[in-house]
């Protein structure tokens, strides 16, 4: 059965810092993976998707995220933090079946 | 804005009352997710429609039903409610293209049972 850890459930960093949420999943077959942040009081928003094409995947706001089969991680990071990226992080795993499998998510704390 | 809509945005009920829950679907998207997130967790799945069909569902008993309509707009009814009931519901559109299409998420509804 697929499942997914995000390491964390708070990650604090100052503007202008690199930004880096972790996340490893379990799955017996090759994984979609996906990131979604998720602002107070709202849905979530799809940041990036790995489907295979590529390993180093760019999304939007300038994230981006590697996957690393090895390790069975896709961890999200960007070069810069800015106060606007303060939000809950997902990461979630697909497999060729319906349904998204998230992980607790983790809350990123940007310091001015 | 994903183009997905959810209503009511927010709702009260008491326990063992019965509450319906409506998506609108993104224009063109046949299959819609219903996910329940609690307080402080990630989303945990309820079930999936496709073409008014229930396409898979997860841990969560029979009282937790769903319709979705010809134009893909899509109920989550809940009945015989429980203070644990409590949480965001989200739902989420898609096309399936075989596994790896993205779900589009609506803003939720939050639920308060009291």
């Known amino acids: 059965a697929q499942s997914v850890t995000q390491l964390g459930s708070h990650v604090s960093v100052s503007e202008g810092a690199l930004v880096l949420l972790r996340c490893n999943y379990s799955?017996?077959?090759?994984?979609?993976l996906f990131w979604y942040v998720q602002y107070p009081n709202q849905g979530l928003q799809l940041l990036l998707k790995?489907?295979?094409?590529?390993?180093l995947v760019k999304g939007i706001n300038g994230f981006e995220a590697e996957f690393k089969k090895s390790e069975t991680s896709f961890h999200l990071t960007k070069p810069s933090a800015h106060m606007s990226d303060a939000a809950e992080y997902f990461c979630a795993v697909k497999d060729s079946s319906y349904k998204l499998i998230f992980g607790s998510g983790t809350r990123l704390l940007v310091r001015p | 804005e994903t183009g997905v809509t959810q209503s009511p945005t927010h709702l009260i009920k008491t326990r063992g009352q019965q509450v319906t829950l409506r998506c609108s679907s993104q224009?063109?998207?046949?299959?819609v997710s219903w996910y329940q997130q609690a307080l402080g967790q990630g989303p945990q799945f309820i079930f999936q429609?496709?073409?008014?069909?229930?396409?898979g569902r997860g841990n969560f008993p029979p009282r937790f039903s769903g319709l979705q309509f010809p134009n893909y707009s899509s109920e989550l009814n809940v009945n015989a409610l429980e203070l644990d009931d409590s949480a965001l519901y989200l739902c989420?559109?898609?096309?399936?293209?075989?596994?790896?299409?993205?779900?589009?998420f609506g803003p939720g509804t939050r639920l308060l049972v009291l």
């Open positions: 790995y489907t295979s094409a590529a390993t």
């Open positions: 989420a559109s898609s096309l399936p293209t075989g596994g790896q299409e993205t779900q589009y």
């Open positions: 429609y496709y073409r008014e069909e229930e396409n």
């Open positions: 799955s017996s077959v090759p994984p979609y």
């Open positions: 224009s063109g998207h046949n299959t």
